[in-house]
């Protein structure tokens, strides 16, 4: 079983819908989550850290379910811009790496 | 821009040869931690160097190499190479433990033919 799973999609959002997806995690010794963005042949960029209280940041709202080893992403009112790549990210305790997930893909139509 | 730059930008080798991928970490960073990207795929972690010394590793074979200087930049070398190692290398320069936000340069693209 992959350590971050992630249905690749691509999710095609009409300009101005929300768009959620949820990514699973198989180690529950996970400590640390992120959501990275990745635009078409460049680097990941860090979107958001995922804390156990869940976070928001503008239009972004992201969620950790512990017990179900998921993690969610929510984008409200999508931009163009918001097309993009987002990557679930773990890191696992005691071991000094990130674990990614192969990515949602998000189209924005307009 | 992060500050993390690598070199080069492209490159194109063949089965067998070996390569070399630089990488300058951002100021202050102590930490460079190297992943492959192939097509449609996630980052690999490959390994991670902390303060000169390899500090983890992925599922990857003995002809993944490193080596991190005095400076913090680092190598990444790869000996015999696959078609299969065609891909986007990505380092990621940090300040200490992995859970500390990671800065990606803009990454070597590979092609092994």
């Known amino acids: 079983r992959k350590e971050v799973e992630q249905d690749p999609g691509p999710f095609n959002v009409p300009e101005g819908a929300t768009v959620a997806f949820n990514c699973t995690y198989s180690?529950?010794?996970?400590?640390?989550f992120f959501w990275y963005r990745q635009d078409c042949r460049k680097e990941p960029k860090l979107l958001m850290s995922?804390?156990?209280s869940g976070n928001e940041d503008g239009r972004f709202t992201a969620q950790l379910n512990r017990a179900s080893q998921y993690i969610s992403l929510l984008i409200r009112d999508s931009k163009l811009s918001d097309s993009a790549t987002y990557l679930c990210?773990?890191?696992?305790?005691?071991?000094?790496?990130?674990?990614f997930g192969k990515g949602n893909q998000v189209v924005v139509i307009p | 821009e992060t500050g993390v730059t690598q070199s080069p930008t492209h490159l194109i080798k063949t089965r067998g040869q070996q390569v070399t991928l630089r990488c300058s970490s951002q100021?202050?960073?102590?930490?460079v931690s190297w992943y492959q990207q192939a097509l449609g795929q996630g980052p690999q972690f490959i390994f991670q160097?902390?303060?000169?010394?390899?500090?983890g590793r992925g599922n990857f074979p003995p002809r993944f190499s490193g080596l991190q200087f005095p400076n913090y930049s680092s190598e990444l070398n790869v000996n015999a190479l696959e078609l299969d190692d065609s891909a986007l290398y990505l380092c990621?320069?940090?300040?200490?433990?992995?859970?500390?936000?990671?800065?990606f340069g803009p990454g070597t693209r590979l092609t092994v033919l």
């Open positions: 990621a320069s940090s300040l200490g433990r992995a859970d500390n936000e990671q800065f």
């Open positions: 180690n529950s010794a996970s400590q640390s």
């Open positions: 995922v804390y156990s």
């Open positions: 990210v773990v890191n696992i305790e005691g071991n000094n790496r990130l674990a």
């Open positions: 100021s202050g960073h102590n930490t």
């Open positions: 160097y902390y303060r000169e010394e390899e500090n």
